[in-house]
């Protein structure tokens, strides 16, 4: 049985979240971004990316040969919260830095080490995550995308679905059959494969939220070349590689904060009403947040101590109990006053109301389906 954790926070960490929430505040104060929920996923702003750049906070964790500064999982995981409990856009940066940096570090090539990872710190180059397929989703070793071997590198044919912020990302790890299917080892002759989304070949589709704003994405790829040297790790090992990156997409802040702008603003509006009761129940809210934020914490920790293999289920539980806990909020909301969701509302609350209505049904497909990762929990309890 896995025992996360307990974090505490260091005098020197807390005054880095200070420093950071008064950055966030000048920033806001000078209209740079407008706090918005879901905004790891909806708010891609490559002038804003390229500034947090510039104040080393992208790739903060990784090496200083790179341009990282070597700070702590724990550092990181405290500038993330306040960058999701501020509504700042940071999505156009954010798979680079959460596990696209991570991957390259444990099993790239020094020459992607080198080349892409400065880039990534500087807020100049960003990352999709080539995984789902329109019949390969939650059983995702069935893919069909095919890399074949050709001189020099590989061809690839097929297509992705649900590719958050493609069309403004530069590459794609993409997982890849690198050898013919076989049901007896499904999960065998996968590989990962470092796309340009801009080669001949690649073509970028929308796919448009409630909203009306464009964030997920269908890649096509028709006959398009990949060089050897974007190979990532070794051929063949794709799916256990992509199993380590799925423990830091699945276990961060993001995953129970994406509907906290609309939490906080509830909670100001409650105090407001001097509204002892509806106090109350906000105060049950925010006492499961903190269970779920102690245990992504935890998770964050053996991150940063262990390899990863051991907290694919904790990891997939903070996603499975998070989506739920975020969905919850538009609801409790709705029973504890009085809204009227508008997208362009003055009102913050009405406006984080219905981004959080409309962007919500989206929190239970990505970074797995929540019955799959019940799956997931349920496997490795029986298991151990």
């Known amino acids: 049985m896995i025992q996360l954790p307990t974090v505490k926070f260091t005098e020197e960490q807390e005054q880095f979240r200070l420093e950071?929430?008064?950055?966030?505040?000048?920033?806001?104060?000078?209209?740079?971004?407008?706090?918005?929920?879901?905004?790891?996923?909806?708010?891609?702003?490559?002038?804003?990316?390229?500034?947090i750049g510039q104040k080393g906070w992208i790739g903060m964790t990784w090496p200083k040969k790179?341009?990282?500064?070597?700070?702590?999982?724990?550092?990181?995981?405290?500038?993330?919260?306040?960058?999701?409990?501020?509504?700042?856009?940071?999505?156009?940066?954010?798979?680079?830095?959460?596990?696209?940096?991570?991957?390259?570090?444990r099993y790239g090539t020094e020459e992607q080490k080198e080349y892409f990872l400065p880039k990534i710190i500087q807020g100049d180059c960003y990352f999709g995550i080539g995984l789902s397929e329109p019949n390969s989703g939650s059983d995702l070793a069935s893919l069909s995308t095919k890399a074949e071997k050709v001189d020099g590198g590989w061809i690839v044919n097929g297509q992705k679905i649900w590719t958050s912020n493609a069309h403004v990302c530069h590459y794609m790890v993409t997982l890849v059959r690198t050898s013919p299917f076989d049901s007896s080892k499904k999960h065998a002759g996968l590989s990962q494969l470092i796309i340009d989304l801009h080669a001949d070949g690649v073509t970028i589709v929308p796919i448009k939220f409630l909203t009306g704003e464009h964030h997920y994405n269908e890649v096509f790829f028709d006959n398009v070349f990949v060089p050897d040297s974007m190979l990532v790790g070794q051929l063949g090992n794709g799916w256990a590689q992509g199993l380590a990156e799925l423990a830091f997409e699945r276990s961060g802040p993001e995953r129970i904060l994406s509907t906290f702008p609309l939490l906080d603003e509830l909670i100001?509006?409650?105090?407001?009403?001097?509204?002892?009761?509806?106090?109350?129940?906000?105060?049950?809210?925010?006492?499961?947040?903190?269970?779920l934020r102690n245990l992504s914490i935890g998770v964050a920790q053996l991150l940063e101590t262990g390899d990863g293999k051991d907290v694919q289920i904790p990891a997939a539980l903070v996603k499975a109990l998070g989506t739920k806990f975020e969905q919850s909020i538009p609801e409790i909301t709705r029973l504890l006053?009085?809204?009227?969701?508008?997208?362009?509302?003055?009102?913050?609350?009405?406006?984080?109301?219905?981004?959080?209505?409309?962007?919500?049904?989206?929190?239970?497909?990505?970074?797995?389906?929540?019955?799959?990762?019940?799956g997931v929990v349920a496997k490795g309890v029986v298991a151990q």
């Open 66 to 105: 790179y341009g990282g500064q070597e700070r702590s999982a724990i550092d990181r995981y405290i500038l993330t919260e306040e960058f999701l409990a501020a509504g700042a856009p940071v999505a156009a940066h954010w798979f680079a830095d959460r596990q696209t940096g991570p991957l390259l570090l």
């Open 20 to 51: 950071v929430r008064h950055f966030l505040h000048e920033e806001l104060k000078k209209g740079t971004f407008e706090t918005k929920c879901d905004s790891w996923l909806s708010g891609a702003d490559p002038g804003f990316s390229k500034l």
């Open 337 to 374: 006053v009085q809204t009227y969701p508008k997208l362009d509302a003055t009102r913050k609350l009405d406006r984080f109301m219905a981004q959080s209505i409309l962007h919500a049904p989206g929190f239970t497909i990505r970074g797995g389906t929540t019955e799959v990762l019940y």
């Open 268 to 291: 100001q509006e409650l105090k407001g009403q001097n509204n002892i009761e509806g106090l109350k129940e906000a105060t049950k809210i925010l006492s499961r947040l903190w269970g």
